[in-house]
């Protein structure tokens, strides 16, 4: 019995609930709470490492932040590394805790063809408050088969000049990690060498930036600062710094590349288009497309998420635009139809995340939902509940993220699981799959059941119990009990269950009655047909 409770309190630590890092705030916290990053010339690249990922039968994390195509492959950004499926879904590839990845976040994840890019970053405790910290970009130029690993694109305390044209301007030196990592990237062919590429990075307090051979070195790319709704390089006169501290506009957060030369950048001030590989710019925002919130504009400046829509022969850009400072401001998706001449704004007052498109449809991603419509009439519409009627399983949160699509067949990226689903022309009639991270379960062992997220705090999550029965067929009930070993909730009663792989049943922490029940450690008991029972602990935290 003593080596049961160990066993019990072991899993208890590992199963955590997963996430990544995600763009929630635009603010920028002072420089000076941050030790400077010493080892700057000790860069520690770590070139040409062989990754051979591993294999599982279930997605690596339930947090899925991208979904990206490339071929025959389907890549992920999750909350536990990036991951692949070559086998169209039958089983998945990781490279959590392999090197040069490590444990580290996810925070940005691009590919163009053979050239993938991913940056990794951390959450740091830093008086009493978690500041998201960068620890380095890796890149592959053989469609993931080797990558190289370089530290976060930092400046020295001497990195205090820009040059844009005629111009010598100050630029303030990023001499930390803190609140520079890396949240979104874009992979174009180089200008005037279009068998190469440029790799260019969103690093929020670290600004734009951008690499010309494949991450070794990094040139800051200047934007328009606040009180400028465009800049020239050949005009004369500028004396502007290149300073987040001051700029919103310097403080970047997510890149969308139209073609090789056309880029859309979004700040903390709105959206900055160049036509020009990063050349000259142009800034939209609220103040000067939309400031009466008329919804002929830019809903709001903070812009964490862009992408691009084409059909029959249109491309629209689309933003996922948050307010930012001005009270007038709202959240909303936004969206250009002439590369930037006019701006319209939809799905108001949703936190949106982002968007993706099939044809004319497009699906918006918000902290409130997954919506749908068609474009141009903007009749938006979001799912009831989304059900697995094979497993039982239903989706138990409101976060989207990520989406695309194969064919008629959407894949959407949630805080709580990957999904499947048809498109039948017809709003949200297709049957769901959940796709959930599962470890697997060796019936040999002395350990048949666990539960995940553990702890877990019912007011936004809910944990399952997952468990085993090695059998085509089985009448499974299981029961929570309190540490007095009182009965608390019976979740499934001689419940048929099918399939002889991983199976779960959710609890919400509430108690037969419906009613919270106490912070506190809760004992489950997993009955499968007449065997001996599975035993198993959870601890709750409001």
């Known amino acids: 019995m003593i ?220 934007l328009p600062p606040d009180n400028l709704d465009s800049i020239n390089i050949n005009v004369t006169g500028y004396t502007f710094a290149l300073n987040p501290r001051d700029n919103l506009n310097h403080r970047v957060f997510t890149i969308t590349a139209v073609n090789d030369s056309t880029l859309y950048v979004g700040t903390a001030d709105g959206i900055n288009i160049s036509t020009d590989w990063g050349v000259n710019w142009r800034k939209y925002n609220f103040q000067n497309t939309d400031p009466s919130g008329l919804g002929n504009g830019i809903s709001g400046n903070f812009v964490v998420n862009l992408d691009v829509q084409r059909f029959n022969g249109k491309t629209i850009v689309w933003g996922a635009t948050r307010q930012a400072e001005d009270l007038n401001e709202y959240d909303a998706l936004s969206y250009t139809t002439n590369a930037g001449a006019n701006w319209f704004s939809t799905l108001p007052d949703l936190k949106p995340n982002g968007m993706s498109f099939k044809d004319s449809i497009v699906y918006g991603f918000t902290d409130q939902g997954l919506w749908r419509t068609e474009f141009g009439n903007f009749n938006w519409t979001k799912p009831g509940i989304i059900y697995d009627e094979r497993t039982k399983d239903q989706l138990r949160t409101n976060q989207f993220y990520s989406g695309n699509h194969i064919g008629d067949t959407l894949y959407f990226g949630s805080a709580d699981g990957m999904l499947r689903t048809e498109e039948l022309g017809v709003p949200w009639i297709g049957k769901w799959k959940i796709f959930r991270s599962v470890t697997a379960i060796d019936l040999s062992s002395d350990l048949k059941t666990y539960a995940a997220p553990n702890p877990f705090s019912p007011d936004d999550e809910v944990t399952r119990i997952f468990y085993k029965s090695g059998k085509s067929s089985a009448k499974i009930t299981i029961k929570i009990f309190d540490f007095g070993m009182n009965p608390v909730r019976t979740l499934i009663q001689n419940a048929t269950r099918t399939g002889a792989d991983e199976l779960f049943t959710s609890w919400d922490g509430r108690n037969d009655s419906g009613g919270r029940i106490a912070n506190g450690v809760y004992f489950y008991r997993v009955e499968i047909d007449d065997d001996d029972p599975e035993w198993g602990k959870i601890i709750l935290l409001q």
């Open 3 to 222: 080596r049961l409770v160990f066993l019990i309190l072991l899993i208890a630590e590992i199963c955590y609930s997963q996430t990544a890092l995600v763009v929630e705030d635009f603010k920028l916290k002072d420089y000076n709470s941050f030790s400077i990053y010493k080892n700057r010339n000790d860069n520690g690249n770590k070139l040409n490492v062989l990754v051979n990922p591993l294999k599982s039968e279930y997605p690596v994390s339930n947090f899925i932040t991208d979904i990206i195509l490339n071929g025959d492959t389907v890549w992920f950004g999750t909350g536990s590394g990036i991951m692949r499926t070559t086998d169209d879904f039958n089983t998945f590839e990781y490279y959590y805790g392999l090197e040069p990845f490590g444990t580290d976040d996810i925070a940005g994840f691009n590919l163009n063809k053979n050239v993938l890019a991913a940056s990794t970053a951390v959450s740091q405790e830093i008086s009493g408050e978690s500041v998201p910290t960068g620890t380095g970009i890796k890149i592959s130029t053989d469609y993931g088969l080797n990558w190289n690993s370089f530290p976060q694109p930092i400046d020295a305390q001497s990195d205090s000049v820009i040059h844009y044209g005629t111009n010598t301007l100050y630029a303030l030196p990023v001499v930390v990690r803190q609140q520079n990592l890396s949240y979104d990237i874009a992979i174009t062919r180089t200008h005037n060498d279009i068998l190469n590429y440029t790799i260019w990075i969103c690093s929020f307090a670290g600004g734009l930036r951008k690499s010309t051979d494949y991450g070794n070195t990094w040139t800051r790319v200047l």
